[in-house]
């Protein structure tokens, strides 16, 4: 049957219920529908080409189509699609576990495997309270978390979050959650430095863990990175701080690296930077590469230790998704891992995160832009309608959203988060598709702060 971009949207619209979308928006927004995809090209019905600068969702990272990741997933379709993991296993699942332990922080020696990044959220929430709960300390019930945090749309992540055009309207619905000051270095003082901020408002943190640490099970956070949080970023150093506070405090320390975790960051896991092991951490996004849903809490011994007894003691973590560890969804992740392992992505990340702060650099005098920020392959531009005091667009306005259309019509699919427009391409992007991607930016920002 004969395919066109209309035709398709249009039965879209008659079936079909986007995430993250008001439906009405596409009486005017056309829909686009892609064919196909490769590397970081995203191509139409009718032959039109969109440069993927924002790694569908920031989940790809080594492009579409891409030929070991299809292959190992070839491989795997024709022995073993998928099969139950209780009392079952897989090779692949085996596997992936063995290559997460080895290349995760020290210390995270079980993995439990979930299907997307909320899930992985709402496991180690579970397992953190059921936690303290098994060692007798069921007064622990409570979880802290920063401001302008996102942890995912399930109930439990979203109670955990803190971005309130998420959250609000199912306020009643939510655990009450202990929400700190965050180190969101946008709001240092001119001539301070990013350590110093992140350093100073930790001060908050620690007053609050010493008040209320005897009913909380862990302090949850984004390390470095807050992508959903109009990617909002701090200094390693407030990790450093926050890792030896639950240590003294005796609460559990959550890094939820589903976005930056596999190489956005500039290491491996940003929880790296500042050599730290967090009790729990969560991964999903790129951990398949882009390719399927697949997430992983990684754990210690230590929590794990604290389940495992006999049945009739009730101590077990009797929680599960029908679709945990997934048997191409871990072929997916080991090829991706295996990427990583056999190719310098690290170092050749690093020549294209200069390459994209290079092309940055001009939008730093723009007078609508209040800050270029960047930490590894995440670039953001902060456009405000005034550089010195830093006044918003009011959000009715939607500039981001225009600098969204003029930017498909040049064919870069860029998706910017209110008036924050970020690059956080896939690692195979070129140097003159990262000038591209800038240029088209740059000309969007133009047209978005008319008038
Ligand atoms: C995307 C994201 C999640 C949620 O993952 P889903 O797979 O979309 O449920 C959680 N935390 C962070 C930091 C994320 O960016």
Redesign the pocket.
């Known amino acids: 049957m004969h395919l066109d971009n209309q035709s398709l949207v249009q039965r879209d619209l008659a079936v079909l219920w986007h995430p993250c979308s008001q439906m009405k928006d596409h009486e005017h927004l056309p829909l686009i529908p892609i064919r196909s995809g490769l590397g970081v090209w995203l191509e139409d019905f009718a032959g039109n080409r969109y440069l993927d600068a924002i790694s569908s969702?920031?989940v790809n990272l080594f492009g579409h189509a891409n030929p070991l990741i299809n292959q190992a997933i070839k491989g795997q379709l024709d022995t073993l699609e998928h099969v139950i993991l209780g009392g079952f296993t897989h090779q692949a699942a085996v596997e992936l576990a063995e290559k997460l332990v080895e290349i995760t922080p020290p210390g995270l020696n079980k993995c439990f495997y979930a299907d997307?990044?909320?899930?992985?959220?709402e496991v180690a929430l579970k397992m953190s309270f059921h936690y303290w709960r098994n060692l007798g300390q069921s007064q622990k019930t409570k979880f802290i978390t920063l401001e302008n945090s996102?942890?995912?749309?399930?109930l439990g992540?979203l109670a955990v979050g803190n971005v309130a055009l998420y959250k609000d309207t199912y306020g009643p619905l939510l655990m009450d959650v202990i929400t700190v000051a965050g180190p969101d270095c946008y709001y240092r003082e001119v001539g301070e430095s990013w350590e110093q901020y992140s350093s100073r408002r930790f001060a908050d943190m620690d007053l609050v863990l010493s008040e209320h640490a005897d009913q909380v099970c862990a302090v949850i956070v984004?390390p470095l990175v807050q992508?959903?949080g109009s990617m909002r970023m701090y200094d390693p150093v407030y990790l450093k701080l926050l890792r030896a506070a639950c240590d003294k405090y005796n609460v559990h320390l959550i890094a939820?690296e589903?976005?930056?975790g596999f190489g956005r960051t500039g290491t491996l896991f940003a929880c790296e930077q500042a050599g730290i092991s967090p009790d729990f951490m969560?991964l999903?996004?790129g951990l398949t590469g882009g390719y399927l849903?697949l997430?992983a809490v990684m754990t210690t011994d230590v929590v794990y230790q604290a389940f495992y007894d006999d049945y009739q003691n009730l101590t077990a973590f009797l929680h599960s998704h029908s679709y945990t560890g997934n048997a191409l969804g871990c072929r997916a992740a080991l090829a991706t891992i295996e990427i990583f392992q056999t190719q310098d992505v690290l170092g050749n990340n690093r020549r294209l995160a200069e390459a994209m702060a290079k092309a940055a650099e001009r939008f730093k005098e723009h007078p609508n832009v209040a800050e270029v920020r960047q930490i590894g392959m995440i670039v953001a531009i902060e456009l405000v309608k005034h550089k010195q005091s830093r006044q918003p667009y009011p959000w009715q306005q939607r500039r981001g959203l225009k600098v969204y259309q003029y930017a498909l019509s040049k064919g870069v699919l860029l998706r910017p988060l209110g008036n924050v427009i970020y690059f956080m391409p896939p690692y195979v992007i070129t140097e003159q598709e990262i000038e591209l991607m800038a240029e088209v930016a740059w000309q969007g920002i133009q047209i978005a702060v008319q008038d």
Request: aromatic fraction near 12%; include cysteine; proline fraction near 4%.
């Open positions: 969702w920031w997307n990044g909320s899930s992985a959220i996102y942890h995912g749309e399930t992540a984004e992508c959903a939820d589903i976005a930056v969560c999903s996004k849903p997430s």
